[in-house]
């Protein structure tokens, strides 16, 4: 699986995980669903995803987009 691919299943999955827990146990946990959000959209716009570098560290292949 290509960097790519897998910078977007994790946040995908950190916002189902904080949206059930913001469901189930407390409003607060939607705070991190926005976080998400908006390190998504400062990713698209600076090229720069602290996510991205975790991941290249664990050996995943660059994509197009963290080249």
């Known amino acids: 699986m290509s960097l790519d691919r897998t910078v977007m299943m994790f946040a995908g999955i950190m916002v189902l995980i ?3 827990l913001g ?3 407390s409003p607060w946990w939607f705070l991190l669903t926005a976080f998400v959000g908006l390190n998504l959209i400062q990713a698209s716009i600076t090229g720069f995803c602290p996510a991205a570098i975790v991941f290249k560290k664990l050996g995943f292949k ?3 987009a963290f080249e």
């Open 23 to 25: 469901f189930y146990f």
């Open 18 to 20: 904080s949206l059930a």
């Open 62 to 64: 660059t994509g197009v």
